[in-house]
């Protein structure tokens, strides 16, 4: 008896430590699809900010071929700016390893948007919206 609640203790107080919350989640999705040639167009990305300073970004683009991207690291929030500090990417998904890197992208906050500062979305013609905030 006293194993199982040991072990049930030990399980909860595991999850409390293993577990993230999240700070923020924002996201973009666009699919524009076409029946008489066939092109099917998917724009996926989003971004999970947690309450422990890390962040997972997910980027997924399909026309042709496929564009697939997912990084993670550390962020700060400074005036209405969000930096992320890119510690680690993944180019394919069934990647298992993460590459090591070392970057940095720039958002400012515009109401409900994160709006790019730098990086290869500078130009970008869609904004990630807030899904959820606590």
């Known amino acids: 008896m006293k194993k199982i609640i040991f072990i049930l203790?030990?399980?909860?107080?595991a999850n409390v430590v293993v577990s993230?919350?999240?700070?923020?989640?924002?996201?973009?999705?666009s699919k524009k699809t076409r029946n008489s040639t066939g092109w099917n167009i998917t724009?996926?990305?989003?971004?999970?900010?947690?309450?422990?300073?890390?962040?997972?970004?997910?980027r997924l683009f399909k026309f042709v071929k496929t564009f697939y991207?997912?990084?993670?690291?550390?962020?700060?929030?400074?005036?209405?700016t969000i930096y992320l500090n890119i510690r680690h990417k993944k180019e394919n998904k069934s990647d298992t390893k993460w590459t090591k890197m070392n970057?940095?992208?720039?958002?400012?906050?515009?109401?409900?948007?994160l709006k790019p500062i730098n990086g290869l979305e500078f130009r970008a013609t869609h904004y990630l919206k807030l899904l959820k905030n606590k």
Do not use: A, C, M
């Not at 991207?69 to 209405?80: I, T």
């Open 69 to 80: 991207l997912e990084l993670k690291g550390e962020w700060k929030v400074k005036n209405d």
């Open 43 to 58: 724009d996926l990305d989003s971004l999970v900010l947690y309450k422990n300073g890390t962040f997972h970004r997910t």
């Open 103 to 113: 970057s940095y992208l720039y958002y400012v906050t515009k109401k409900r948007k």
């Open 9 to 13: 203790i030990f399980s909860l107080l």
């Open 20 to 29: 993230q919350e999240i700070h923020k989640k924002y996201q973009y999705k």
